[in-house]
C-alpha cells in the first residue's frame, strides 16, 4: 500500500478494475446442457464489460458525482465499492464504513411497523443493537412519520418510506454514503432537508458518492464528477468542466 | 471517526473465504436475530391464531396420520409420540432448508445492493426453525402427557440433538443453495427429492416394516435416518442414544456443515455475477 502514504486522504482507491459479466443468452441453466457441454467442450461464453480498466482516486470529503448514459457502468461501480461485487482483476480498497442508499423497500417488511423497520434496516448495514437504540429517536423525528411509525408499513404512503428509508440510512453519520437517484422522492421540502443534510455531512468529512442523471443536481451538489461510458473512465474533474464536455459529446 | 483510518476493506487481502464469512456473520449477529424476529412475527401477523399455528400445524398432521396409519401400524406402541417426534424432526429439516435455497436464490435482491456476510440468511432461516421446532415441542409433550408416557432425564439431552440436527440442515442448505444459484432447476428438483426422502426415513412408519435385506444400507447411507433416530431416543424411547448412533449423527452433521460452509463462502463472491 505505497499509494496510501502518498495520498493520506483517499479513502476509496480503484485500480485498474474490469468487471465482466456473462451475457444472460449464454448461461447453462441445466445439469442436462451443462453435461452435454461438458462432452462437446463448449463451456465457453460470451461476455460482457461492465467496467473495463477503471482506477479513480476518491478523496475523504468528497461530494464526488458520477453521470454518464444508461449501461455505461455506473452502478456496477457502485457495487464494486460498497463490496457486492467482488472483481477478478484489479484491486479496491475501502477506508471507512460504505452506507448504501439505495431504494430501501428491499430491505422493508410491509407488516412491521416503521420502528421494527428501523431495526432490521441498521442491522442490514451493519450496526448493533445498541447503536440503534442511540439513535432511533433522531431517525424517527427526522423522517417526520410521528404516530405512524408504531403502525404497519403498508398503511405508509410511498413518500412516507421514501423519507423512513432516507433518515434510517443517514442517521448515523455515514463514513461513505452511497446515492444511487434516490433525491427525486419526496416533496421538494424534504428534498431540501436531505440536501442540507448532504451538505452537513459533507462539513463533517463525510464522504458521498452521488449518481444521478439530473445535471443540474450533481452541478448544485458535487465537487468532483467522474464521466463514465462503456465502462471506462471518460474524464474527471470538476463538475462544470466534465458536464460540459459530456453534454457536448452526447 | 476513527475507523476510517483504517482500511475496512482490501480486495488485494482477503484471508480464507470460510474464516471471513465466520467473522462476517458475527459482526453481524445482530442483523441474524432480527430477521429470525422479522420471520416468527411476520409469518402469521394477519392470522387469528398467530403463533399458535406452529404448534397446531404439527398437530394436525399427527392427527391425520394417526388416523389414516394407526391400524396399519398398530404393532408401534404409543404412535401419536412416535409419528410426532420424527415428523418435529423433519419438518424442521425440509423447510429450512427450503427456506435457505429460497432466500440465496430469490431473495438475492439485497445482496446485489448492500454488502453483508452470505451466510445471514441461511443462518437466521436456521434460527427461525430452531425457534419454530421448540415452540412445536410443546404439543408433543402434551401428547406425551396424555398417552401416558412417562417423563424420563434423557430428555434433558434434546438441546444437543437440535445442534446436531441444525448443523447438518445448515450444511446440506448451504451445498444445495451453492448449487441452486448456478442451476435453478436444483431447488425445484429438491422438493422431489425431499418428498422421496421422507418415504425413505423412517417418520410414519416402524424402521422394522422394510426388510433386512434393504434396511441396512437404506438406512445407515441415510443421514436423516440417524439424526431422527438420535432425535427420537430421549423423546420418544426415553434413552440416551448410544455412542455408536451418535458418533455417526456428529461426525455426518459436523462435516456436512464444514463442507458446506467452506463451499458456500467459496463461491458466494460469484453469486452477485449471476443476477
Redesign the interface.
Known amino acids: 500500500m505505497l499509494e496510501t502514504t502518498n495520498k493520506p486522504d483517499t479513502v476509496i482507491h480503484l485500480e485498474n478494475i474490469s468487471v465482466r459479466y456473462r451475457l444472460p443468452g449464454e448461461r447453462i441453466q441445466t445439469f442436462k446442457e451443462y453435461a452435454i457441454r461438458f462432452v462437446q467442450r463448449r463451456i465457453q461464453f460470451k461476455e460482457f464489460h461492465a467496467l473495463r480498466d477503471v482506477s479513480l482516486d476518491i478523496t475523504k470529503g468528497d461530494l464526488f458525482g458520477i453521470i454518464g448514459p444508461n449501461g455505461a457502468g455506473k452502478s456496477t461501480l457502485l457495487k464494486v465499492i460498497s463490496r457486492v461485487l467482488i472483481p477478478k482483476d484489479g484491486r479496491v480498497w475501502i477506508r471507512g464504513k460504505v452506507s448504501p442508499l439505495l431504494e430501501l423497500s428491499a430491505g422493508f417488511h410491509p407488516e412491521l411497523t416503521g420502528r421494527e423497520n428501523i431495526y432490521i434496516n441498521g442491522t442490514l448495514l451493519g450496526h448493533s443493537r445498541g447503536e440503534i437504540e442511540e439513535h432511533i429517536d433522531d431517525v424517527i423525528e427526522f423522517a417526520e412519520l410521528g404516530a405512524f411509525i408504531d403502525a404497519p408499513l403498508r398503511t405508509y404512503s410511498s413518500g412516507m418510506v421514501a423519507r423512513l428509508g432516507f433518515a434510517a440510512s443517514t442517521t448515523w453519520k455515514p463514513e461513505i454514503l452511497i446515492l444511487d437517484e434516490v433525491l427525486s422522492v419526496g416533496d421538494e421540502a424534504f428534498q431540501r432537508k436531505c440536501k442540507v443534510r448532504m451538505e452537513s455531512f459533507r462539513a463533517e468529512g463525510t464522504t458521498t458518492i452521488f449518481v444521478s442523471h439530473s445535471m443540474d443536481t450533481v452541478l448544485a451538489l458535487c465537487n468532483r464528477v467522474a464521466w463514465l461510458d462503456h465502462g471506462t473512465v471518460q474524464a474527471v474533474g470538476p463538475p462544470s468542466e466534465i458536464i460540459e464536455a459530456y453534454r457536448q459529446a452526447q | 471517526?476513527k475507523?476510517?483510518?483504517?482500511?475496512?476493506?482490501?480486495?488485494?487481502?482477503r484471508g480464507s473465504a470460510a474464516l471471513e464469512e465466520l467473522r462476517g456473520i458475527f459482526?453481524?449477529r445482530?442483523?441474524v436475530?432480527?430477521?429470525v424476529r422479522?420471520d416468527i412475527?411476520?409469518r402469521y401477523?394477519?392470522s387469528v391464531l398467530g403463533i399458535a399455528w406452529t404448534m397446531l400445524q404439527p398437530l394436525g398432521m399427527m392427527v391425520i396420520l394417526t388416523l389414516v396409519f394407526s391400524t396399519l401400524f398398530s404393532s408401534v406402541r404409543g404412535y401419536p409420540t412416535y409419528i410426532l417426534s420424527g415428523l418435529i424432526a423433519w419438518t424442521f429439516f425440509s423447510q429450512t432448508t427450503t427456506a435457505i435455497i429460497n432466500h440465496t436464490v430469490w431473495g438475492g435482491?439485497?445482496?446485489?445492493?448492500?454488502?453483508?456476510p452470505r451466510t445471514s440468511f441461511a443462518v437466521s432461516s436456521v434460527g427461525t426453525g430452531l425457534v419454530n421446532m421448540a415452540l412445536s415441542l410443546v404439543p408433543l409433550l402434551v401428547i406425551m402427557l396424555l398417552t401416558g408416557t412417562t417423563f424420563h432425564w434423557s430428555m434433558l439431552f434434546v438441546p444437543f440433538v437440535l445442534i446436531l440436527l441444525a448443523a447438518f440442515t445448515l450444511g446440506l442448505g448451504l451445498i444445495i443453495s451453492t448449487l441452486a444459484v448456478f442451476?435453478?432447476?436444483?431447488s425445484e428438483m429438491y422438493q422431489i427429492i425431499l418428498l422421496a426422502w421422507m418415504y425413505l426415513t423412517p417418520i410414519i412408519y416402524p424402521e422394522e416394516i422394510i426388510p433386512k435385506a434393504y434396511s441396512y444400507w437404506l438406512f445407515n447411507l441415510n443421514p436423516m435416518y440417524h439424526l431422527v433416530k438420535i432425535f427420537r431416543m430421549p423423546l420418544y424411547n426415553g434413552i440416551l442414544p448410544d455412542w455408536k448412533t451418535l458418533l455417526i449423527g456428529s461426525v455426518i452433521s459436523l462435516l456436512t456443515l464444514i463442507i458446506g460452509w467452506f463451499v458456500y463462502s467459496r463461491k458466494a463472491?460469484e453469486f452477485?455475477?449471476?443476477?
Request: charged share 30%; no cysteine; net charge neutral.
Open positions: 471517526m475507523t476510517s483510518e483504517t482500511v475496512v476493506y482490501d480486495s488485494a487481502k459482526q453481524y445482530d442483523l436475530f432480527q430477521l422479522r412475527v411476520t401477523k394477519r435482491e439485497l445482496f446485489r445492493r448492500i454488502y453483508l442451476f435453478p432447476d436444483v463472491d452477485a455475477y449471476y443476477a
